[in-house]
């Protein structure tokens, strides 16, 4: 199947649009797979998320969701990916910890493209052993979106995009891989999603993993999960989390001078970014009162282990990218 988006396809930009898009690929989706079984890579992102609604929608009980913890998830992302699914959707989960086998695998790479390669790597490995474990498994199902497909063309290995190992026969279904993602937020509405389920920031495949840039550390995943959760709680709080289109922290492989208790210290940095954006492919930057950074600064600053300084990214995209690898 071509990779360009058909002419065809209007922009979703209403409900009325969405509910007519989710009739068809529901339609398409069980033509396309009549009564064989699907395995959704599950990561609790809104991709995912709506690429699994759809396809319950479309195969119910057919479709075999697997969450994999790879260790470079958010705080707590886990148990809600568990509890939205498994709990409030009813979807059949497997949840695999698979958090050392990632780490171990990304031990000293410090190679940006490197890292996403073994990353998408594992994720295939990971979902080929559950495959095979759950016999009759026919396709494999992902929240690809059309940025992807754009980017995976020269300028970042996406890894939700193809790649499959050759031995493998899964057949893909990628049900929203035309839709940007203010489309893909319309098509979860149009499907009952929970508005804080659609509305969440996007999370690229490869987590937190992107925002350690450098060899990736425990310590320094760390100290971005722990920030993040700060930035994440304070944007809640002053409601810049329903302003703001993505926002999280950074904590860069280099360490800096600091002081503390009359003591010299020598220690890491959070980088907080802020973006709006509307289809992810340019990106203006978000200004945060100092008020509110002050707060976030001094709360990172006592609460995140290893940390003397915390820096503010200004840069839109372009030149920079949204995330830093
Ligand atoms: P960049 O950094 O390329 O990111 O400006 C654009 C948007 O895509 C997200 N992103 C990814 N999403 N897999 C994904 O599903 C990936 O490998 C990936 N890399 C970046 C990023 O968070 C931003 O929203």
Not at 81 to 95: N, Q, S
Not at 142 to 158: C, F, M, N, V
Not at 242 to 261: A, E, L, M, N, R
Request: hydrophobic residues 40%; contains cysteine.
């Amino acid at each position: 199947m071509s990779d360009i988006r058909p002419e065809s396809l209007k922009r979703i930009t209403n409900q009325e649009l969405a509910k007519k898009f989710v009739d068809e690929s529901v339609k398409e989706l069980k033509a396309q797979i009549g009564d064989k079984k699907v395995l959704l890579a599950l990561s609790g992102g809104v991709d995912s998320s709506v690429t699994a609604a759809l396809l319950i929608k479309a195969i119910g009980k057919n479709l075999v969701c697997v969450h994999v913890n790879h260790g470079l998830l958010r705080k707590n992302e886990s148990e809600q990916v568990i509890k939205t699914f498994k709990d409030e959707l009813g979807a059949t989960l497997i949840y695999i910890d698979a958090v050392d086998r990632f780490l171990d695998k990304l031990a000293n790479v410090s190679d940006p493209e490197t890292k996403r390669k073994i990353i998408g790597k594992e994720f295939i490995d990971v979902f080929a052993e559950e495959a095979r474990k759950l016999e009759g498994i026919k396709f494999l199902a992902q929240g690809t979106i059309y940025p992807d497909i754009l980017e995976s063309k020269g300028i970042k290995a996406h890894h939700n995009v193809g790649g499959l190992p050759e031995d493998l026969n899964f057949e893909l279904v990628e049900p929203v891989k035309f839709l940007y993602k203010d489309e893909v937020r319309q098509v979860g509405l149009a499907l009952g999603l929970k508005e804080e389920m659609v509305f969440r920031q996007p999370f690229p495949g490869p987590g937190l993993g992107v925002r350690c840039p450098g060899a990736i550390t425990r310590d320094r995943l760390e100290q971005v999960r722990e920030s993040d959760a700060i930035l994440r709680e304070e944007f809640k709080k002053c409601g810049l989390s329903s302003k703001v289109w993505q926002y999280f922290t950074i904590v860069p492989d280099y360490k800096t001078v600091g002081i503390k208790d009359n003591k010299r210290t020598f220690l890491n940095f959070v980088v907080i970014r802020a973006v709006n954006s509307i289809d992810a492919t340019s990106a203006t930057v978000e200004e945060i009162p100092y008020d509110v950074l002050f707060k976030i600064r001094d709360r990172i600053l006592n609460e995140v282990k290893g940390i003397n300084r915390v820096l503010v990214d200004i840069t839109p995209k372009p030149t920079g990218t949204i995330e830093w690898e």
